[in-house]
């Protein structure tokens, strides 16, 4: 668990693109970022409060939240005298470098001193067990996809936030480190070893009221060979009462893989839903949430109604159209 | 790599059942032990000529290998004795405990003091690569079950065994500790972090000769939710040209899953052909593996003649009547 609200560190970022966790904390949590805090030479701006260590820390801001990727792959020293600050003024840090935070003899040297705590998200802190599939109470559901980032956070992110404005009760589920920290907690599946990730996976979704759902993010895909072992722990361990196929229309090949033909939503759901019911004999896949970012508005338009079509469930880009309908068809089961 | 030949520790082994390790690298490997060492009370033998360090020593044994469970999860003083002289006299060690040699402080020291290794072949040593999905040469069959612990390394191994007596060009590829120990060498796959499973299988069946089969150990299923994730890995980075299904007839449930039924030979055919043929678009199901050691003579032959007939695939039981069949329908493709 991490402790909020955070200050968020946007460093020398080149370009927005570089500052894809603080974006995500901005748009998902406001109230936990109370400012942003740049080096000469940012190109990235959230439009947050710039703010110095000291104002932020009076505004209440527990932890400094590493909102950027590093270039080169090291921490450099203009970060480290800022991180350094940070913990000298009783901060924690978190990070979803590949670079640990804890392996920087300095910077570990400054926490112990001071008292503060390196998260490195990347790096599971918890001995998971081994699942058991029982079932448990709550209900869950999972967003699955024909590929690697075809949208799978964001329509977990999108429909936990309407369905917190109905007042339903949910709780978004962080499988991977960007979740991790816009949340504050969660597991980070890629990390774990093999024979613990359904574990994990139970472990991050317990027991419920009835009509609490979790919202679980995904990760990787059935059909791509590099990470669907992933997947798959997610749909067993998950036991999902509802899954979500996501797709990005324009893919010529699967993500890293330029000999591997991406699958259709059929495949998905003749493949998934099968599996998903090994471990949940009732789940059902509600709706259908497409990335439409390289389609025009009418092009988008023109595909969801398409789809909806052939496929007989609501579909919709959360992210252009609002996950309104999603939370409906969740509703309704 | 575990430097062959070895002397088998089985310590005090209180029966057979507790020498599973040894067992198996007399039977699939006799080449590699040269004897056997007991302490007092042991229950187990070998059959193999029980000698003293020294003398397997000079038979050439590299290697102790601790092929024994150890009980009450600690690695005793009675052992440690045995083990310590074993590296004062220039052994290395090997072992598949859960307990680590490497977190046992003397056993670190006297194995640095005589310039020994410690291998646990239950911790990864390599850094493994995220599995690439390309196409590779040679030949590679993968054993896949209902269930966990239905007999895919025996499966394995027999075609392994069987094709070496015909010379034909095979590798039995370990993936779990016994395989591993039989063997020398192997991925430890249940121990290896998420985002690598599947590029560690592909590590360990590079490209090799157009006629060389690589016989793949199985592990888990795609049935069990505890470690469907890992099986899954299997299938997409071991890129099969063949899989034989193996099933245990008698199963009443999913092992260590109460709740959860055992799927026919059916289901497992229909989900991992599929999955498999993700990753390689000609992969068949070649034949099918019966364990069926609860069943008389008379009954298994009667269940293998039935399942042959229902499948239309050659079935046997490795075990009871030799793996000669399987391998024809291998040769055959």
Chains 1, 2 share one sequence.
């Not at 977990?156 to 979740?179: I, Y």
């Not at 998950?238 to 324009?250: V, Y």
Request: some cysteine; proline content about 4%; aromatic content about 4%.
């Amino acid at each position: 668990m991490i402790e909020t609200p955070y200050l968020l560190f946007l460093g020398d970022a080149p370009d927005m693109l570089a500052a894809k966790v603080a974006i995500g904390i901005r748009d998902w949590r406001p109230d936990h970022a109370v400012g942003q805090i740049c080096l000469p030479g940012c190109g990235a701006d959230l439009g947050l409060t710039e703010m110095t260590l000291a104002e932020a820390k009076a505004a209440g801001a527990r932890t400094l939240v590493i909102g950027v990727a590093n270039r080169g792959g090291v921490i450099s020293a203009a970060w480290k005298e800022v991180l350094i600050q940070a913990l000298e003024m009783g901060y924690d840090l978190a990070s979803g470098l590949h670079n640990l935070l804890r392996d920087e003899g300095d910077l570990v040297a400054a926490a112990q001193t001071h008292g503060g705590t390196l998260h490195d998200v990347r790096v599971p802190t918890v001995g998971y067990p081994i699942a058991n599939g029982e079932n448990r109470t709550g209900k869950r559901c999972l967003a699955v996809g024909t590929d690697c980032s075809v949208g799978k956070m964001y329509t977990a992110l999108a429909m936990d936030a309407e369905m917190q404005k109905r007042g339903m009760k949910s709780t978004f589920r962080a499988t991977g480190q960007t979740g991790i920290l816009i949340t504050g907690h969660g597991v980070p599946l890629d990390a774990v070893i093999a024979d613990f990730m359904a574990g994990s996976v139970e472990y991050l979704t317990p027991d419920n009221d009835d009509d609490h759902w979790d919202l679980i993010e995904g990760q990787g895909s059935l059909f791509h060979i590099s990470y669907s072992g992933v997947t798959m722990a997610l749909v067993h361990g998950g036991q999902a009462d509802a899954l979500i196929l996501c797709h990005e229309p324009t893919r010529s090949h699967m993500r890293g893989l330029l000999g591997y033909s991406v699958p259709s939503l059929e495949e998905l759901r003749d493949v998934a839903l099968p599996l998903a019911q090994r471990a949940n004999a009732d789940c059902k896949i509600v709706g259908i949430s497409v990335n439409t970012q390289h389609l025009s508005e009418d092009e988008a338009v023109k595909y969801l109604a398409e789809t909806e079509a052939r496929m007989g469930l609501p579909a919709v880009d959360p992210y252009r159209h609002g996950a309104a309908r999603l939370v409906d068809a969740l509703a309704a089961i």
